[in-house]
Each structure stands twice: as C-alpha cells, then as structure tokens.
Nanobody, 116 residues
Framework: VQLVESGGGLVQPGGSLRLSCVVS????????MGWYRQTPGNQRELVAR???????SYADSVKGRFTISRDNAKSTVHLQMNSLEPEDTAVYYC???????????WGQGTQVTVSS
C-alpha cells in the first residue's frame, strides 16, 4: 500500500489548510484511514480517524476545528483544518490499516506550520 500526502504549508493563526492523502495498492474502501501528527521530541499522536464504515473520531484538541472525510471513488482521505493554532504546527502523517490489530502503512508526512 502506498500513501502520498499533500496540502501542507505555512498559515497564519486562525487560518485553514486542507490535507489530502491518495492511497494506492489496496481496496481503499476497506481501509481504516487516519491522520497523525508529530513534533520534534514527541511521539506521533492520532488527530482524526475515519473507519471503512464512515465512522469518525477526533482528538479532543482538534474537535470542532478539524474534519476528516474520505472519497472512496478517488481513494483519497482529506483533513480540513480550520481555526489553526500555533500548537497545531507539526508534521502530519496519513495512515491506513486493514483492521485494528494491524500496524498499517504510513505516508511520507507533510509539514504544517502555523505562525504569524
């Protein structure tokens, strides 16, 4: 399975960004998809997840600001990030898994920087 992220960049506090992740090499509609983020010296943390069923979940820190969605026809998962804060600055990684017990696969990461 291959994952390719896009959409990161520099944005001012309060701004928005939309991350995208295109998946190839497996039946996308069967995959659970997630977005994680990592800052230097810290572990990678789960930001949002959308299951193959369509059910979504979010980290408390992003609830009400971020929205994860999937487009099965385009094998793509998006993360819409609104009201961005400096604390959202991180490398964001796309992740997929076939079932919860699997370690899954990762994208290469995309940098998001929130700064004035």
């Amino acid at each position: 399975v291959q994952l390719v992220e896009s959409g990161g960049g520099l944005v001012q506090p309060g701004g928005s960004l939309r991350l995208s992740c295109v998946v190839s090499g497996y039946f996308f509609s069967l995959l659970d998809m997630g977005w994680y983020r990592q800052t230097p010296g810290n572990q990678r943390e789960l930001v949002a997840r959308v299951l193959s069923t369509g059910r979504t979940s979010y980290a408390d820190s992003v609830k009400g600001r971020f929205t994860i969605s999937r487009d099965n026809a385009k094998s793509t998962v998006h993360l819409q990030m609104n009201s961005l804060e400096p604390e959202d600055t991180a490398v964001y990684y796309c992740h997929c898994r076939r079932h919860p017990s699997e370690s899954g696969s990762w994208g290469q990461g995309t940098q998001v920087t929130v700064s004035s």
